[in-house]
């Protein structure tokens, strides 16, 4: 029991937004400008893959420290370090299979099973893998370490399916939206668990908004429609900062509802 003067225990917040609409909107968006952007810096720039690599590590490294220090979910500081892990998760894949000659079968296979003894410890040290209960730092630990995962693995996943399949990148990003579609349909008419739903489209969003990613910047001899690494990275980069905004004006509005109603 509480001693008599003892204020209850406030719950601690959690550290990574909710899913939803505008969740989808942007990491779909992060993905995509992702892969550009990995391919700007690369090639357009000529920085090569191995000075790009530990440049946007080194960024990464610097966002997850602001992105920790936050202790709970703040739109900048979590949406900046989702659109550089994407980068930096492009980028990981790309060396192994560039600079490394790594088969994108091996890729794939190497992490998915990185994914899954991820999510296992993570288990077996939580017992959960909800998204809603980031509140401790050994959970967004593990929460971050997956997303990385994730994004490894989806940008050997996506490459694999575009040169196997010679689907092309339109072609590749339907087929992904497809399954997306079905996960969908999967949790809302029977039921899929909410945990095992999220994180498989979660998974699929990446190779989807890589592949049309590449589908908008790549040039018209390579099956894309030409706009351009810079184009399409800042079309995507000015969308993100607008909707990230939003979010914080509505997140803003809704602490100063809090505060009123607790001074009530």
Same mark, same amino acid.
């Given at each position: 029991?509480l001693?008599? +003067?003892?204020?209850?225990?406030?719950?601690?917040? +959690?550290?990574?937004?909710?899913?939803?609409?505008?969740?989808?909107?942007?990491?779909?968006m /992060?993905?995509?400008?992702?892969?550009?952007?990995?391919?700007?810096?690369?090639?357009?720039?000529?920085?090569?893959?191995?000075?790009?690599? $530990?440049?946007?590590?080194?960024?990464?490294?610097?966002?997850?420290?602001?992105?920790?220090?936050?202790?709970?979910?703040?739109?900048? /500081?979590?949406?900046?370090?989702?659109?550089?892990?994407?980068?930096?998760?492009?980028?990981?894949?790309?060396?192994?299979?560039?600079?490394?000659?790594?088969?994108?079968?091996t890729?794939?296979?190497?992490f998915?099973?990185?994914?899954?003894?991820?999510?296992?410890?993570?288990?077996?040290?939580?017992?959960?893998?909800?998204?809603?209960?980031?509140?401790?730092?050994?959970?967004?630990?593990?929460?971050?370490?997956?997303?990385? &995962?994730? #994004?490894?693995?989806?940008?050997?996943?996506?490459?694999?399916?575009?040169? &196997?399949?010679?689907?092309?990148?339109?072609?590749?990003?339907?087929? *992904?939206?497809?399954?997306?579609?079905?996960?969908?349909?999967?949790?809302?008419?029977?039921?899929?668990?909410?945990?095992?739903?999220?994180?498989?489209?979660?998974?699929?969003?990446?190779?989807?908004?890589?592949?049309?990613?590449?589908?908008? &910047?790549?040039?018209?001899?390579?099956?894309?429609?030409? #706009?351009?690494t810079? *184009?399409? &990275?800042?079309?995507? $980069?000015?969308?993100?900062?607008?909707?990230?905004l939003?979010?914080?004006?509505?997140?803003?509005?809704?602490?100063?509802?809090?505060? $009123?109603?607790?001074?009530?």
């Amino acid at each position: 029991m509480l001693a008599p +003067n003892t204020p209850p225990a406030v719950p601690s917040p +959690n550290r990574v937004p909710d899913v939803t609409l505008d969740f989808w909107l942007i990491k779909l968006m /992060a993905v995509t400008m992702g892969e550009t952007a990995a391919d700007y810096l690369a090639v357009n720039l000529g920085l090569g893959l191995t000075v790009t690599s $530990l440049i946007m590590a080194g960024v990464l490294i610097v966002a997850l420290v602001l992105q920790f220090a936050q202790k709970r979910y703040v739109p900048w /500081a979590y949406w900046l370090a989702v659109v550089l892990i994407s980068v930096v998760g492009t980028l990981v894949t790309d060396n192994l299979v560039d600079n490394f000659g790594v088969r994108l079968q091996t890729t794939t296979i190497a992490f998915s099973v990185v994914l899954a003894a991820t999510f296992a410890v993570w288990y077996a040290s939580e017992r959960t893998l909800s998204i809603h209960t980031i509140f401790t730092t050994r959970r967004e630990i593990f929460y971050w370490l997956a997303i990385l &995962s994730t #994004f490894s693995l989806g940008t050997a996943a996506g490459d694999l399916v575009a040169e &196997s399949f010679d689907l092309g990148y339109l072609g590749t990003g339907l087929l *992904f939206g497809g399954v997306i579609a079905l996960i969908a349909l999967a949790y809302y008419l029977v039921h899929l668990n909410a945990v095992l739903a999220f994180w498989l489209a979660y998974i699929l969003t990446r190779p989807l908004g890589a592949s049309f990613g590449d589908w908008l &910047s790549r040039p018209a001899e390579y099956g894309g429609l030409g #706009f351009g690494t810079i *184009f399409t &990275s800042l079309i995507f $980069l000015g969308c993100i900062i607008a909707l990230v905004l939003s979010m914080t004006l509505r997140q803003t509005a809704g602490d100063a509802d809090e505060i $009123l109603l607790e001074s009530d």
